[in-house]
């Protein structure tokens, strides 16, 4: 498994696995300088940006009935601000 170090700073960030899945989860990350989120796959070590968004991901709530979306909470373009957001895990779309 591939580790993220960041200089100076270093927080242990939650991971959510996929509905229906062992080998792929969700974590986020600020290694483009804003916190986004990023699937990773332990089978490929594969990581996927799942957001490239100029704002900060403060949270990930959880995931849609049907597990095709990942619900997060976000400041949008306001930062003072607090959103809920849907992001297709397939589709990489708000």
């Known amino acids: 498994m591939k580790k993220e170090i960041i200089n ?22 600020e290694r483009d300088g804003f916190m986004n989120l990023y699937k990773y796959d332990i089978n490929s070590s594969n990581v996927s940006p799942l957001s490239n968004f100029s704002w900060v991901i403060k949270a990930i709530v959880g995931f849609d009935e049907g597990g095709k ?11 003072r601000e607090t959103r809920a957001y849907k992001i297709n895990l397939k589709k990489w779309q708000i």
């Open 8 to 29: 100076g700073w270093n927080q242990n960030m939650l991971q959510f696995f996929l509905p229906n899945s062992n080998s792929e989860f969700l974590w986020l990350s």
């Open 69 to 79: 979306n990942v619900i997060i909470l976000g400041t949008g373009n306001d930062g």
